[in-house]
């Protein structure tokens, strides 16, 4: 189904982009509803308090379409 693609393809962009980040994925789960939403968590190591609201901010524009 079209909403698995896109469900693996963020899951992928985000994966890709914490390494690229520099963090240590831990763990990763993709979480999915029955109404098609999903929820991706990772659970990372090696975060910088200091660097954490531009870091987002960058994250965030990346996944923008």
Do not use: M, Q
Not at 46 to 58: A, D, M, N, P, S
Request: aromatic letters at 10%; a negative charge.
């Amino acid at each position: 189904p079209k909403s698995l693609i896109l469900t693996t393809s963020l899951f992928v962009s985000a994966f890709s982009l914490l390494g690229d980040a520099g963090l240590n994925i831990r763990e990763a789960h993709v979480y999915s509803t029955t109404d098609g939403y999903s929820l991706d968590v990772f659970i990372v190591d090696g975060w910088h308090v200091e660097v954490c609201i531009i870091t987002e901010l960058e994250f965030l524009n990346k996944l923008e379409p």
